[in-house]
């Protein structure tokens, strides 16, 4: 798949959260082929602490509007500087970078699991799936209320399932604690995941528990996004793997010790 | 009149003195969405080995103020895989590629090397006696003037074409270093490959880094690159090669005028995938902005009276 590096301008910068910003970006050009699961890599200029670009997934690709948007977790100065830029502004993207999910066959049934900022694959994932005919829902795991991410739109494109720590909205606990994992409730096909790491291990298991393939997006930190730093590699069954290249979505089987 | 950008690294004719750095571009494919590589004065390959190597663990990468640490420890191939995988998709570009020769052994030098040796489209390779990422060998032998001469010396015997050799900036003096390969054999000296540094994170007080320290690049380091790369084209014959933190054509003309021939752009490919042309091009317009017909009156240019 060919990268490309273009400007774009954003044209929204919307807070979720404290902690949290959805930005919508448009490039000067018609925006080329992006699969779900796919990131760019976001230049952020003017900041002495930030030096390298910061990997993000597509949130969302809206080709009749010809955006962009990105779901960023503000974590130091670089999102920090991202989250106070205003529409008009522009920034730099590397992309789409990475493999993307594999999307099932029509008439399939789909589980979606995100944990706090993982959702942002999620969407864009959901909107596709559903597209071609498998029936889509998302299992969103938030910190508290005030952190369920844009349930509107996940509720645009399938059923959607919350777990909040203290219990305030949907099932009190993590995404693994939801009843949806219950032997007969689950009516699943394939399991995706993104979020820390310890969830995606947890909800892989239960995908083998189930007997269902299941495929994790993985965030490593990474230099170049293109394969030539060998820096955001991964562990896998036949060695070390780039996170930007032959990730970020993996099966999990193929990754060392993340099943045990 | 369009000036000219050729440069000459011992029987090498470079149509511009801007390559990529070892470990920053991978073997070029990897950059073909960006800019064809034939613009490129060369291509330094992946370092390469004996064997294949897993490298380090995560992590491996460290940003840390203008610069990044890593300690990738030398991840490839190994040389029969390289031959077998990689080289036939690379050595029909149209600029020079050279392969960065690394081993634990001077034994694993000379393998690696004359196996590269008997490859036609390979004209040369940089002997990598600074790679402070690995257990053994790597950096150990750059940092002591009989082992640094030692390992060039013995691969010397055994390569025939253009041999660069990639000096250490972490030595009291890298001129005396430069003297001693230079004596060995080597045609060409790079200087710099990256500072031993370390990144620590204070909220779990443990290091970022997997092995601890790792090598530092980026335009943290340029000054002191530039420094040493002005110590050693004054104490050497042979052509330097100046690399650490070149991220513009400014950059790049600092380091011919303090002395280097040509120049490798390393970390600034990770930032901006396009940045080499780009260089290429500001070079150009400094020329014409300053009238010099021949790039080759800039190296050493430095006006210090």
Known sequence: MKKFIHDFHIIENKDLNPGHFVLTLKPEVNLPPIFPGQFAEVRIDGSTGTFLRRPLSFHDVDYDANTITLLVQRKGDGTNRLAVMKPGDTINMVYPLGNSFHIGSSGERALLVGGGCGVAPLLYLGKILAKNGIRVTTLMGARSEEYI?????YKGHGELLLTTEDGKAGTKGYVIHHEVWRERNFSFDRVYTCGPDPMMKAVARLAVRHQVPCEVSLEQTMACGVGACLCCVIETNEGNKCTCTDGPVFDPNDLKNWLE | MKPSLEVNIHNLVLKNPVMTASGTFGYGPEFEDFFDPSVLGGIFVKGTTGKLRQGNPYPRMAE??????????????????????????????????????????????????????????IPAIELNISCPNVKEGGMAFGTSCPSAAAVTRAVREVYHKTMIVKLSPNVTNIAEIAQVVEGAGADAVS????????????????????????????PAIKPVALRMVWQTAKAVKIPVIGLGGIMTATDAIEFLLAGATAVQVGTANFIDPTVCPKIIAGIESYMIRHETEDIKSLINGLITV
């Open chain 2, 64 to 121: 840390t103020p203008m610069g990044m640490l890593n300690a990738v420890g030398l991840q490839n191939k190994g040389v029969d895989g390289f031959i077998s995988d990689i080289y036939p998709k690379i050595k029909h570009y149209g600029t020079h590629l050279i392969v960065n020769v690394s081993g634990s052994t001077v034994e694993e030098y000379i393998e690696v090397a004359e196996k590269i040796n008997a490859l036609e489209h």
């Open chain 2, 191 to 218: 200087v710099v490959n990256t500072l031993l540094g370390m990144a620590i994170n204070a909220e779990t007080r443990r290091p970022v880094l997997s092995t601890v320290t790792g090598g530092l690049s980026g």
């Open chain 1, 149 to 153: 991410m844009e349930p509107e739109r």
